[in-house]
């Protein structure tokens, strides 16, 4: 079946400091690619998506973009700042209203 | 901006013990789903809903967990006896039938 597989966290990274956290998927077909972001508190928020290899997602300074050849999408951000702090969960569905499979989530902290 | 709500936020309760968890989706969507998340553990689909029936379940959604609408804004999840094991936080969402879907800001039941 569909799996998704993301970096293990937490993730402490400085103010400023450059952000990568690593996603990998395996599936059948062409699956829509997506990271939720969830707040300490809060449900999942949707950050970006792609529906399309070599599609860019983007948001709030994220992005993200989708790689068939090496099944990736790998969330980047240039500067972190403190707020961005939160868990951020790789997701891929497989058909236009289907089940979303996610990954195990990888907290992000992040100090002034 | 419209969003999805949850009742209640927090749920308690004996195991053996019938619960209902409430959601009501963002107006004009069309397809239903709840998720779960054990603490620690990834996100999980349970199941999906559209057009007044389950289009799609997980091995997880067995006997003991049902879904309805029973009328035209809610959405619940029954499970009709619980076990230690379904302490989780609970996520609604709802989508258009496009790729995103829109969530919840989660009940966290806790089976004692």
């Known amino acids: 079946g569909d799996s998704v597989t993301q970096m293990e966290g937490p993730v402490t990274l400085s103010e400023e400091a450059f952000l990568t956290i690593n996603c990998t998927y395996t599936?059948?077909?062409?699956?829509?690619l997506f990271w939720y972001v969830q707040y300490p508190g809060e449900g999942l928020q949707l950050l970006l998506k792609a529906t399309k290899a070599d599609d860019k997602g983007s948001n709030k300074g994220f992005e993200a973009t989708y790689r068939k050849e090496t099944t990736s999408f790998h969330l980047e951000k240039g500067s972190v700042q403190v707020s961005d702090s939160a868990v951020y969960f790789c997701a891929l569905s497989n058909n236009a209203g289907n089940m979303l499979t996610f990954g195990g989530g990888t907290r992000l902290m992040v100090k002034p | 901006e419209p969003e999805v709500t949850q009742t209640p936020s927090h749920q308690v309760t004996q195991m053996g013990q019938e619960v209902i968890l409430r959601c009501v989706p963002i107006s004009n969507h069309l397809y239903f789903y709840w998720y779960r998340q054990i603490l620690g553990q990834k996100v999980e689909f349970l199941v999906s809903?559209?057009?007044?029936?389950?289009?799609?379940k997980s091995e997880i959604f067995d006997d003991q967990f049902s879904v309805e609408r029973p009328d035209g804004s809610n959405f619940t999840l029954k499970i009709r006896s619980t076990k230690l094991e379904d302490s989780a936080m609970y996520f609604c969402?709802?989508?258009?039938?496009?790729?995103?879907?829109?969530f919840g800001p989660g009940t966290r039941l806790l089976v004692l």
């Open positions: 809903f559209y057009n007044n029936e389950i289009s799609e």
């Open positions: 599936a059948t077909g062409y699956p829509s």
């Open positions: 969402a709802s989508g258009q039938g496009e790729e995103t879907q829109y």
